[in-house]
């Protein structure tokens, strides 16, 4: 049984790694990173030309079964892979790490997108920690607060005037983000909700600086599981006709 996944997550490598074992796993990367963490199993990096470049290549290498394991704002592949399962046929999975959920302490701020998180900046902060990945950084391009970016690529303009960057990847400690909103003297982050452990969360909660959260973009309709565990149970089951 050769399973496609749609990956760029600790999820998808995590999901590669233990069906590797019974199956034949194909693993599919954007290609957004020069140096991306590699799941076991073959790999295949950059786009297939929308959904109907997807379903070609689900035909051609007769591929059995698709979990798409993106990133949760990633919405343009999983909407061609629905878009591919729903003309191919082919059984499709979404896995999809569970949102954040506010704590007591937590001072958040939910926007419905980037658009939302830069107007509503200058009424929360100076000293923004941004860390929506590159791609997002054009957004705030207007903005005249200072700002902090992390993302694993380099940036590039548009982008705000006053801007250092940090470019790191994770997984971060709460030692190490603790220090970076300290000695930057950080009073407000910005943060997609993606999901997954965050100690960027927990060291602003224990800072008492509000949070920017934007909200993530809706799923195609279809099966969802949330866990690693729960993909693996369903490809077992499509292998098993169960
Ligand atoms: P996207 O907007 O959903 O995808 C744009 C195009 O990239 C797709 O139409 C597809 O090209 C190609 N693509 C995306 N994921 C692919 C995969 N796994 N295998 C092959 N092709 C893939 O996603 P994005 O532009 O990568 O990112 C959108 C958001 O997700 C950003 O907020 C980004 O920060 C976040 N994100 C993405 C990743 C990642 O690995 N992609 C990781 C972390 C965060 P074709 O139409 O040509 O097939």
């Known amino acids: 049984m050769l399973v496609l996944i749609l990956g760029g997550t600790s999820e998808a490598r995590a999901l590669a790694g233990v069906l590797d074992e019974g199956h034949t796993v194909l693993s599919s990367l954007a290609g957004r990173t020069s140096k991306p963490l590699l799941p076991p ?10 959904a109907d470049g997807l379903a070609a290549f689900l035909s051609e290498r007769r591929v059995d079964a698709v979990v798409d394991a993106t990133h949760p704002f990633a919405a343009r592949i999983s909407a061609n892979a629905a878009r ?5 046929g082919v059984p499709l999975l979404h896995l999809r790490r569970p949102g ?17 998180a830069a107007a509503l900046l200058p009424r929360l902060g ?5 860390t929506t990945g590159r791609q997002e950084i054009a957004a705030f391009a207007g903005n005249d607060q200072w700002f902090l970016a992390r993302s694993v ?7 705000p005037t006053r801007l250092a960057t940090v470019l790191d990847r994770g997984p971060f400690t709460l030692d190490g983000e603790r220090r970076l909103l300290a000695e930057h003297a950080i009073d ?17 909660r224990e800072r008492g600086i509000p949070v920017v959260l934007v909200d993530r973009p809706p799923l195609p309709l279809g099966e969802v599981v949330p866990s690693v ?4 149970d369903w490809v077992t089951r499509k292998r098993y006709g169960t």
């Open 100 to 116: 954040w959920v506010e704590r007591p302490g937590d001072i958040w701020h939910r926007v419905r997108d980037l658009a939302e």
């Open 41 to 50: 199993g073959e790999v295949r990096i950059g786009g297939f030309g929308g």
């Open 188 to 204: 407000v982050l910005i943060s997609k909700d993606s999901g997954g452990v965050a100690p960027k969360l927990t060291a602003a």
């Open 126 to 130: 100076r000293r923004v920690f941004l």
């Open 153 to 159: 690529e380099p940036p590039e303009p548009p982008m």
């Open 84 to 88: 591919a399962a729903a003309t191919t």
């Open 229 to 232: 565990a729960d993909a693996v």
